[in-house]
């Protein structure tokens, strides 16, 4: 479709080695993978093995839902591609975006759990501008303000994480330390 220096992962399975590589390669890394539940996974998943590389700039491309890289090409051409290049995200908004959506807004106890849930996220963000900015745009998603997310962050920040929780994969929100847009 005429883009050069593209690598296609196979599955959703991005390797250290390969991320190391590619962060060797290119000083910005451009993640496009399908936009369905396994995607997303794969997408934070090939975040944070690029984070462990601060040479690498780490972006994500948003594809509409239900399609896959290669379907938005087929469908909208190259120019659609383009597009979604151009529109894309840091890892943290991207980061912060799927644990909004993933969530249940409608009830008390899913609007608790998706508190505890960005409570994660921003425990580790590095203090600053980035995550000021993500904040703002979070609780403005939550409709509530943001010193009332502040409030609910660092409330939950002070209680012990979970045993379960504190096995899961590393969060990819520090991939992009070295970003000039973060």
């Known amino acids: 479709a005429g883009f050069e220096e593209a690598v296609a992962v196979m599955g ?41 590389h601060r040479d690498a700039v780490t972006l994500v491309i948003e594809i509409p839902q239900g399609k896959d890289p290669d379907e938005l090409v087929k469908s909208g051409g190259p120019e659609a591609f383009e ?10 908004e991207f980061t912060v975006s799927q644990v909004i959506a993933s969530g249940d807004l409608e009830s008390g106890h899913g609007r608790e759990q998706l508190l505890d849930d960005l409570a994660e996220v921003f425990a580790l963000m590095p203090v600053g501008p980035v995550r000021d900015e ?16 502040r409030q609910a962050i660092a409330e939950r920040a002070s209680k012990p994480r979970r045993q379960e929780d504190q096995a899961e994969e590393p969060s990819p929100v520090r991939a992009n330390a070295n970003d000039p847009r973060e």
């Open 83 to 92: 597009a979604a290049i151009a529109s894309a995200v840091t890892v943290a």
């Open 12 to 52: 959703t399975a991005m390797t250290e080695q390969q991320a190391a590589e590619l962060a060797r390669m290119a000083p910005r890394v451009y993640l496009s993978l399908d936009a369905d539940e396994s995607g997303r996974r794969a997408a934070l998943r090939a975040a944070a093995e690029l984070g462990k």
């Open 134 to 149: 993500q904040i703002v745009r979070a609780a403005d998603r939550l409709n509530i303000s943001d010193a009332e997310l």
